[in-house]
């Protein structure tokens, strides 16, 4: 059961981590924010950047998230998850079976190898403009040492990757076809772990990574617009507005679904196309 004297007035202390614009920056922290929100309780905010987080939290982490339910530290972004689904099974489940656990993982693995590592290499500059002053020493030694690269060499000439890492998100935009939301009807821990990838690109991308008319687009603002708006802060960027030039791949699919893997068989009027395509002599 549900421990319900926990969360005092509804209301759950929130470690963020912000950029000088006041916008969260760190993609775990947006996916956490987005946890809490879904849980139904609302936040008493901490604000503050990279230095100075032992600090802010008396020592009990060098990392955030960080979550205090009425006197009880919380850690980690899947920690926070796991205790918010432990302890308030009551309330809207972010992982409502194992199974989106474990699914969930995979797709952020592939988002970071496909999208956020790529982004964060094309933006790590404006990221490092845009933090808190006194946060620009800390992130220029820890992510030149991540990097391998001073912050200016890894971003410059950023307009000739930002096309392929579009084009890269086709198999995220084929999983959003058929659904408003990874999670089906309404959303799930899949699609703040996701988002908070999207968003954290809000947060620094000076320049759009992605097309006006990109068909991830209305599940992005779909999310933005949970909880009041959480997604929309003042201090974050347009993610969309990228314009194809004369040799960049396209930055998205323009082909209708056809195939195995992408249409249903519903006799043999649905598969006709594929088997003439496969069965065309060859030239």
Known sequence: MGH?????????????????TG??????????KFAVAHKGFEMDVVPGGFTGIMERTGGMSERLPAIVDDGKWVLDSWGIVEYLDATYPDRPMLVPHESVA?????????????????????????????????????????????????????????????????????????????TPFLGGKTPNYADYRAMGNFMFTASVAKTPPLAEDDPLRPWIERCMDLFGGIGRHPGLFPLFGLKRREGDPELFSKMPPWGGQEVRNTGPASTSPETQRINQPKK
């Not at 319900?4 to 000088?20: C, E, G, P, Q, V």
């Not at 916008?23 to 956490?32: G, L, R």
């Not at 952020?108 to 982004?119: E, Q, R």
């Not at 690269?149 to 999983?175: C, H, N, V, W, Y």
Request: net charge neutral; glycine share 2%; aromatic share 12%.
């Open 4 to 20: 319900r004297h926990m969360a005092k007035n509804n209301r759950i202390t929130f470690y963020d981590l912000a950029l000088s």
């Open 23 to 32: 916008a969260t920056i760190s993609p775990f922290v947006w996916a956490t």
């Open 102 to 178: 474990t699914l969930t993982r995979f797709l952020d693995t592939w988002l970071w190898n496909t999208a956020t590592g790529p982004w964060m290499r094309c933006y790590c500059q404006d990221y490092r403009d845009l933090s808190l002053p006194q946060d620009h020493e800390y992130i220029t030694r820890s992510r030149e040492n991540m990097l391998g690269k001073t912050l200016e060499e890894m971003q410059a000439g950023r307009e000739d990757r930002l096309p392929a890492i579009s084009a890269a998100l086709e198999f995220l935009r084929k999983s959003l076809r058929e």
